[in-house]
């Protein structure tokens, strides 16, 4: 039903709400300046009416995704003070276990998917969760609050015309506080009309007093009525005021008191108070309880905290990634052997995965239609259709984070991000929610997604197209990196990924696609743990993965003629890195050599140099050695380009100027 039914029980649920937000986060403010919280702190005093209001037209299945200003959302959804509090004190009773702190609070007994402190970096996960819940048919709503400044961010317009486009089951609500931190609206918004931004797209949208609780609820529930009715996507535009400072740290130099005094007067609590007692619907003795309850929820939830006990920091690395995995898969007997390619291994393995798993589908951009940039989808939107095919604006961040939404939302997404360049404009959504949601729920919510990526150079496609990334996924906790170099890995290793709890980044070199070879017909998953020693050899170790693997193979025949047996190591996993394989390898051989096709400069060869001569430092009989790209962009000419890469010749040199080598 649209209308609000303003019965006595509602009314009093209304401005119990609220004044359950503003108490909470009085009480914030001062447990903040007795240092019982630290860290950021964004009070949502002012805006209680928006969160209150909402949080009354959705069932308790609808899901939210908020901002670092979420304690009103979390409060409001029924989140327990003492579960919020805890959070905000670190404590591992808290909401995320003391994880995420006052911008991070997750729960997903009430489906809240999370404050998020990037701005804007909500909005992709929201229009996820929504795809997820329409490609599986659940009548759930997302309803994803985020603040004005969001409207000048990427993330907006990509998640606007992703949710648009696909007419998914989405409440935007935009909390126009006037202030996207020290800078108001007017100096930074060419039209701040902002309904007419979602018209833009073909969403409707209204436009509503935020600072009035009926009619933010009334508001709500037309839309979210709508949503619910399959008409698409909705936009919320709620006009309020934050009566307090953007943070703690934050002095208010840019806007003076008398403006913040009136609208304090027109605070949505005293508001609708009055008008409650005005006209006979409360009386002040209902309101005097309500004020008691809370404060001795409030007295009982600071007790707890201060009784509560710290996370153990033998437990720090828990939640990092998830505690138990599926076993590793059994290696089958090999059938028939038959002639494939590295790009046709690929298709196969997105084809088994689709036809295994209901619930796997692949987004990108020209995956459909154009049949993928290097051809690997070609034919899968005729076998697979549009809505597990999905073509993706260029937009990078957007579908990212709606494949992160999606996997939360309980599907199983394969995110593929045309080369490993554009894979930049989705670093926020990789690094700050795929790789760290786990960790900052406290555990509550996985990510189990598949982002695969065009990585490398050799095609003469200049400094833009040529990278070779992978150390900086592999930096990253929370992440799963591999790189497939055979035609068993290229078509084994995408089902083993799709089966883990945790993203996992897959590096397909660019130079690969095209290698043809004999595969077993009933090739199936492998293992995504553990390197695999592909020559064997006695005086020195190659360690190299992807391309360069094969280059390092070819080094190896060429050292023989110098005397000089190899041992070629393919690293497979750059996240986590298989110490034991290494190790055990180099033990024997007493030398290392790692060819790296990226910048020596910070390189994952130089992690794996620093790994190898802290474990294996009194076996060493020479300095471990290092074979990368020289410290340039990659440039055009071809003779340039092959200058710059790793080369046989290089692997050879560097073996042979290690101490002791062939003598």
């Given amino acids: 039903m649209t209308k609000v039914k303003l019965n006595h029980a509602h009314a009093l649920d209304l401005l119990s709400g609220m004044i359950r937000i503003r108490r909470f986060e009085e009480k914030c403010y001062e447990l903040y300046t007795q240092e019982h919280i630290r860290g950021f702190l964004h009070l949502y005093d002012g805006e209680e009416a928006i969160a209150v209001g909402v949080s009354a037209a959705l069932e308790e299945r609808d899901r939210v995704v908020s901002t670092y200003r979420e304690h009103g959302h979390a409060l409001a959804r029924g989140m327990s003070m003492e579960s919020a509090l805890a959070e905000m004190y670190g404590k591992a009773t808290g909401c995320a276990g003391g994880r995420g702190g006052s911008m991070h609070l997750f729960d997903q007994e009430t489906n809240l998917y999370g404050g998020n402190a990037i701005v804007g970096g909500g909005l992709p996960l929201a229009v996820g969760l929504g795809l997820g819940d329409a490609m599986q048919g659940k009548d759930r709503v997302t309803v994803c609050f985020f603040g004005d400044g969001a409207l000048a961010e990427g993330a907006f317009h990509e998640s606007m015309n992703l949710a648009a486009l696909w007419k998914l089951p989405v409440l935007f609500v935009l909390e126009n506080n006037l202030y996207a931190m020290g800078t108001a609206v007017e100096r930074v918004q ?15 949208a209204e436009s509503v007093d935020g600072n009035d609780v009926v009619s933010v609820e009334a508001a709500a529930r037309r839309l979210v009525e709508a949503i619910r009715a399959g008409e698409g996507p909705q936009f919320l535009h709620c006009r309020t005021y934050r009566t307090r ?15 913040v005094a009136d609208w304090r007067r027109k605070s949505p609590i005293t508001r609708y108070q009055s008008w409650l007692v005005d006209n006979g619907l409360v009386r002040q003795d209902e309101i005097d309880a309500i004020e008691a309850e809370v404060e001795a929820q409030l007295r009982n939830a600071v007790a707890a905290c201060e009784q509560a006990p710290w996370e153990p920091v033998e437990d720090l690395a828990r939640h990092t990634v998830a505690e138990t995995r599926p076993a590793p898969p059994q290696p089958l007997n090999p059938g028939r052997m038959v002639d494939s390619t590295y790009r046709d291994c690929c298709r196969a393995a997105i084809t088994d995965a689709m036809l295994r798993d209901e619930r796997v589908f692949m987004m990108g951009e020209d995956i459909g239609a154009y049949g993928g940039c290097y051809a690997v989808s070609t034919g899968l939107l005729a076998e697979f259709g549009t809505d597990r095919i999905r073509d993706t604006p260029l937009a990078e961040g957007g579908f990212t984070g709606a494949g992160i939404g999606a996997a939360l939302a309980g599907m199983r997404p394969i995110v593929e991000i045309m080369t490993v360049n554009f894979s930049l404009l989705a670093l926020d959504q990789i690094l700050n929610t795929a790789a760290s949601l786990r960790h900052m729920s406290g555990g509550q919510f996985g990510v189990p997604l598949v982002i695969r990526m065009a990585t490398g150079a050799g ?6 197209h040529s990278h070779s990334l992978e150390n900086y996924y592999a930096h990253i906790p929370g992440l799963r990196v591999v790189a497939p170099a055979t035609l068993e890995d290229a078509r084994g290793m995408l089902w083993t990924a799709l089966a883990d709890p945790d993203p996992v980044i897959m590096f397909e070199h660019v130079m690969l696609y095209n290698m043809a070879g004999q595969i077993a017909e009933n090739a199936g998953a492998v293992d995504i743990d553990r390197a695999v020693v592909r020559r064997k050899g006695r005086d020195v170790t190659l360690i190299s993965w992807s391309l360069s693997m094969w280059k390092a193979l070819e080094a190896a025949e060429e050292l023989v003629k110098h005397g000089v047996e190899a041992e070629v190591i393919d690293l497979r ?3 986590p890195i298989d110490d034991e394989t290494i190790m055990e390898s180099v033990a024997r051989t007493r ?6 096709e990226s910048w020596r400069t910070g390189s994952l060869a130089g992690e794996i140099a620093a790994r190898v001569q802290e474990h294996c430092f009194w076996h060493l009989d020479a300095p471990v050695g290092r074979v990368c790209a020289a410290e340039v962009p990659v440039p055009y000419p071809k003779h340039l380009e092959t200058a710059v890469l790793p080369q046989v010749a290089d692997i050879v040199a560097a073996v042979k100027a290690l101490p002791g080598v062939g003598q």
């Fill in 573 to 575: 996993s750059l996240r």
């Fill in 245 to 259: 400072p953007h943070s703690m740290f934050d002095a208010e130099k840019y806007r003076d008191k008398a403006e």
């Fill in 459 to 464: 095609r003469q496609l200049a400094a833009q």
């Fill in 190 to 204: 060419a039209n701040t009309d902002f309904t007419a931004r979602a018209a833009s797209y073909g969403m409707p």
């Fill in 591 to 596: 030398r290392a050599v790692v060819v790296d």
